[in-house]
């Protein structure tokens, strides 16, 4: 396999700095690189005494000045020790190129892979590494192309734990996914759905478009459209949130666009709507599909030259307002009944952000439920953790009421539970896959538990029929019955 970095030759000075023998101060030993890369070198020392595993190298690069960085022992050998230097800073690092450019050499071989004859080649032809090492950007422009394979063979060593915290890591800290959403929300999630999710708000962010986000109810709507706002050049203006379900339609128009004293009955005095309030900022209309006719002709005349009417005014206003509205109803069917405007779905499909519902994001769920059991439990300054058989029900349930039920299930089981870990019961999640109204009959309930645990037990033992047979107190044979009569 092709290396990462150039390693050449060389015979250049370095002082190894490490712990005394006796511990008293620290010890400067002379030795030499023989050969160098950026990430590393080996040193022709050969070793009576190295102590510590982590070494001071201090050395002079021929025209580049004197640098002192710390690096650690790898390998002990006959000839020498081989040492990997840890984190250059990037000044270190350009000089350390210079003086690698300088050293490698002339054979005309690939200094990645070997390959022999690669002068008139621009790139290896065998490996693919670049080799005009003579261009300014080569080495910044390599380490990029070369930034996945070195993330590769790091990711051996990373537990899927590790995978989640580098996949929000780049979310939250690298692209700013999720940052700033509002007072400590976060979006919470690395699985493909939600990963498409975090992708289309950076892409629709920064634009005017107008989007329309479906999903179902509790999967994260409103905060996907804080999110808009807060990633939008808007952010430091109103972010206006008003549920179109919840105002009865005669006051949800006023309530929008406004009215003029004395319009009517009750109307004491000028009133600003919410689309005046969040001038400059974004309004987010959420349940769209509850706007009566008349109010979504309205809604349509704002899309179209961005003018609001109020109630009783002559004439219209303009106003400066980025519309995201979300639904978890199906337009296109109200469409066909004659209760939602053809043209006014189109101008809000323009950009459509669709939230998976919770039972197809497979892992996040766990993630979900993990994050909100430690900020819960945080704040009431508890320690809490999953046992194992929560685990496998919070994965095998199918959370209807997704994200929302996830918040409402932990927040209960947290005051619920003895115990620091939180057992399926504490979550009320004893028997996720029965559903209860379609049962009929005892033997029907019977069967449904039975065959339930033998699915726990089963997953419990890592299907070892003698471990089940323990567990659920019955004999080898009759475990064996039971998975024939369940299918399992
Ligand atoms: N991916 C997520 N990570 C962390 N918290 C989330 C996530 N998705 C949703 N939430 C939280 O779940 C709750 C419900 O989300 P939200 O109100 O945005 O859902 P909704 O789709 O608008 O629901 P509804 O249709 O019922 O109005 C909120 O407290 C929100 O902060
Ligand atoms: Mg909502």
Known sequence: MARLDVRCKVDLPVHLITDSINNKGVTEIGARFTSLSLNGGFIDYKPQYIKNKIIGLRYDLPGHGE?????????????????????????????????????????????????KNIQKMRRCDACGWGLNFYSQDYIVEHEKESFIQRLVSKSEAFTIEDIYKVLKFVDVDILKIGKNLDINEEFVGSSQGILNV????????????????????????????????????????PFVPINCAAIPENLLEAELFGHEKGSFTGAYKNKAGKFEYADGGSIFLDEIGELSLNLQSKLLRFLEDKIIEKIGANGGKKVDVRLIAATNSDLKSAITKGAFRKDLFYRLDVFNIPLPPVRDRGEDKIILARYFLNKFSKEMGLSKTFSPETIDAVKSYNWPGNVREIINKIRRAIVMSKETAVTPHDLDLEMPNMQIEEVTSLKEVRCTIEKQKLIEAMKHCNNNISKVARVLCISRPSVYSLRRKYNI
Not at 78 to 83: L, P, Q
Not at 101 to 108: A, G, Q
Not at 198 to 209: E, G, H, L, N
């Open 67 to 115: 640098f002192e960085i710390l690096g650690e022992v790898l390998r002990l050998e006959d000839k020498g020790v081989a040492a990997r230097f840890y984190n250059l800073n990037r000044d270190a690092k350009l000089k350390l190129w210079d003086y690698i450019k300088e050293n490698i050499s002339d054979d005309l071989s690939c200094p990645y892979c070997g390959k």
């Open 198 to 237: 975090f992708s289309m708000i950076r892409k629709v962010a920064p634009t005017d478009i107008p989007v329309l986000i479906t999903g179902e109810s509790g999967t994260g709507k409103e905060l996907t459209a804080m999110a808009i706002h807060e990633r939008s050049q808007r952010r430091n203006k």
